[in-house]
């Protein structure tokens, strides 16, 4: 993989960024102090960008609602895109959320670039959540892509946005966790 975006990793500012490098790769951490020095949180998101490609413009947040991390990913200098690995805590409320979205996100992206989102949104979609859809493809011109359960429940939680036109993506299994991995490809192109 050129990116890899993790949601609910863990991690705490306790951890040694050195033990959760990959090799190859270029990692962006966004987790918080740990509270408890017996529990870690269940939230934490990462990016990590392969090292032959370069990234711009990093910003993140947490709010105790949402957390994001942004960047332009720069691939081999032929296409250019801006990534968000989301992940949004089970407890925030759909307004909460927007409030989020519309105040801390929406200025930092850049209109008329590629764009991918994904992450751990923890709304089901098979369970409807037109709003929460309607919201995310109208407010960024995108498209939600993933179409199979992500979740061992049989939901569709972690989700892929993007604006991108022509892609592949699927569902892979992930024997660690009770989330299945997605992904996204498509053909890099000249920009």
Known sequence: SDVIGFSETRLTSADVAENYQLQGYTPVFNHEERDSLNTRPY????????????????????????????????????????????????????????????????????????????????????AGHTDFLSFMETGFNCKQIVTKTTHDSGSKLDLIFTNISSYKTDVIEAYWSDHKMVYLTFEMTRY
Do not use: W
């Open 43 to 126: 939230h934490g998101t990462a990016l990590y960008v392969k090292n032959d490609h370069s990234i711009t413009n990093i910003s993140k947040f947490n709010n105790g609602f949402m957390e994001f991390i942004i960047a332009n990913v720069h691939l081999h200098q032929i296409k250019s895109l801006q990534i968000v690995v989301v992940y949004k805590y089970p407890s925030c409320s759909f307004g909460n959320f927007k409030d989020c979205v519309e105040n801390h996100l929406k200025p930092l992206i850049q209109n008329q670039r590629d764009l991918v989102f994904l992450g751990d949104f923890n709304y089901d979609l098979f």
